[in-house]
């Protein structure tokens, strides 16, 4: 069965700063590859999603995702975060040609210091 | 557009008591899942709906039931509620299966 692991339950950073939220995704192939952010009592929305080609994502608002095959990671980045960004952050993969149902991570939260 | 709306946002529920939420999904989906969130949680796939059939279903008991409808909106239906039922119900639609656009829940309180 595919899992998707979130080390990190809280990050914090300071605004400005650089930003890496991990993701680590067990699946025998190269899964599809979303990541999500959830405001506080909203729904999710996807910040990018990864299905193949390269490796290097862009997503929206200034976020992207590097797919590391060898280390079955998918982390996100930014390189200046803004106190908007504070939010949950939801990892998810989905098994191309299974199943359609994403399995997600169980989150980082992200809080911003001025 | 206006994407995926859910209703209501907000239900307070007793033990035992049923609850039925309801989804539209974004124009040109014909998918709709549905996905309980338990507060610092991710979300978990509760089944997901093609074609007015129930396509796939996650480890929930059968007191979670859905619909979905001609015009492929959805509704959610739970039985016998619990306490552990309290969450934030999302859900989300979706055309090629491959990529879901999320609506933004109905928060369920159980007391």
């Known amino acids: 069965a595919q899992s998707v692991t979130q080390p990190d339950i809280h990050i914090t950073v300071s605004e400005g700063a650089s930003l890496e939220l991990r993701c680590n995704y067990s699946?025998?192939?190269?899964?599809?590859l979303f990541w999500y952010v959830q405001s506080p009592g909203q729904g999710l929305q996807l910040l990018l999603k990864y299905f193949s080609g390269d490796t290097l994502v862009q997503g929206i608002k200034g976020f992207e995702a590097e797919f590391k095959r060898s280390q079955s990671s998918f982390n996100l980045r930014k390189p200046s975060v803004h106190w908007s960004d504070a939010a949950e952050y939801f990892c998810a993969s989905l098994s191309p040609g299974g199943s359609y149902i994403p399995t997600f991570g169980r989150g980082t939260s992200l809080i911003v210091h001025p | 557009d206006a994407g995926v709306t859910q209703s209501p946002t907000h239900l307070i529920k007793t033990r035992g008591q049923q609850v039925t939420l309801r989804c539209s999904p974004k124009?040109?989906?014909?998918?709709v899942s549905w996905y309980q969130q338990a507060l610092g949680q991710g979300p978990q796939f509760i089944f997901q709906y093609y074609e007015e059939e129930e396509r796939q279903r996650g480890n929930f008991p059968d007191r979670f039931s859905g619909h979905q409808f001609p015009n492929y909106s959805s509704e959610l239906n739970v039985n016998a509620l619990l306490l552990g039922d309290s969450a934030l119900y999302l859900c989300?639609?979706?055309?090629?299966?491959?990529?879901?656009?999320f609506g933004p829940g109905t928060r369920l309180t159980v007391l």
């Open positions: 124009s040109g989906h014909d998918t």
């Open positions: 989300a639609s979706s055309f090629d299966s491959n990529e879901q656009f």
């Open positions: 699946y025998g192939a190269t899964p599809y």
